[in-house]
């Protein structure tokens, strides 16, 4: 099962203000929108659910759907018309298209061999610098370093983490920490964990955090942390998509980052 159709998930979602609906077994999300009408969402369905009563008892003007991975997208395409005069149907903004997968099954030596030169550099560097990583179980010294490390709007990065913790946290969730050697909070990643997948699920780090290449050395301890639990695969929750080269050119940076570690691209379907 998706993390998006799991009740942890639905939990979340309920805590942000969201009406849980279920329709043929598929969870999808509700909210009512003033003046411009109702908002489904439904994220990864294994099947489309027939809707068609259900938008006209909710009076939803827009669902918002991102395609499972293994769902025909013609199949989408038929969905999609047989609602067309009900409601206006979009692919979802809320996942992104494309991702980075990292098996974490073999030895931890083998996962390390397969960054880049670079990346295995900074990780010897960030040590040398005298960067430690801890694993944590406070969500807010993350949420504080995010917020800085993405500027003035920094808080909107961060929107619903202080109510995400507490659902998924100890056993799905930890948060890891670095420090410097005189212990000043450099940068965080929060990880999540569901059947056998580890998520990227928010990262920041300071610029003098950046310097010392911690942000490299987490990423490497969040491997391992993966591995320890018993993860098969490392997920990096969205990169800039080759697919659509015009949209989120402020991902570009990132996703070099995270493409120095021997990452394999996974692509979601296009509608």
């Not at 969500?139 to 995010?146: A, E, G, T």
């Not at 929107?159 to 000043?184: C, D, E, Q, S």
């Not at 950046?210 to 969040?222: D, I, N, Q, S």
Request: charged share 25%; with cysteine; glycine share 8%.
């Amino acid at each position: 099962m998706e993390l998006q159709q799991s009740p942890i998930y639905a939990k979340y979602i309920e805590s942000l203000g969201w009406t849980i609906l279920r329709v043929d077994g598929v969870q999808m999300f509700y909210k009512k929108i003033p003046l411009t009408g109702g908002l489904l969402k439904i994220q990864r369905p294994k099947k489309l659910p027939k809707i068609t009563d259900l938008v006209q008892q909710y009076r939803i003007k827009t669902v918002a759907i991102e395609p499972h991975p293994t769902q025909d997208i013609s199949t989408y395409k038929r969905w999609c018309t047989s609602l067309g005069k009900y409601c206006r149907v979009v692919r979802s903004s809320y996942q992104p298209t494309k991702t980075l997968f990292i098996d974490v099954t073999a030895a931890e030596e083998e996962i390390f061999s397969r960054f880049t030169e670079a990346k295995r550099r900074a990780v010897r560097k960030a040590v040398k610098n005298g960067v430690t990583v801890e694993e944590s179980g406070d969500i807010r010294n993350l949420i504080k370093i995010k917020n800085k490390s993405s500027g003035a709007f920094g808080f909107i990065t961060t929107f619903g983490v202080g109510r995400f913790w507490p659902i998924m946290a100890p056993v799905h969730a930890t948060v890891l920490l670095a420090y410097t050697n005189t212990h000043k909070l450099v940068g965080g990643i929060l990880l999540v964990f569901w059947g056998k997948t580890a998520y990227y699920w928010i990262a920041g780090a300071t610029k003098h955090g950046k310097k010392l290449f911690a942000p490299t050395l987490l990423v490497w301890e969040a491997l391992k942390t993966a591995k320890r639990r018993g993860m098969n695969r490392f997920d990096f929750v969205g990169v800039w998509d080759d697919r659509k080269p015009a949209a989120h050119h402020d991902w570009l940076g990132f996703t070099k980052f995270k493409e120095g570690f021997g990452g394999k691209p996974f692509y979601y379907p296009l509608f």
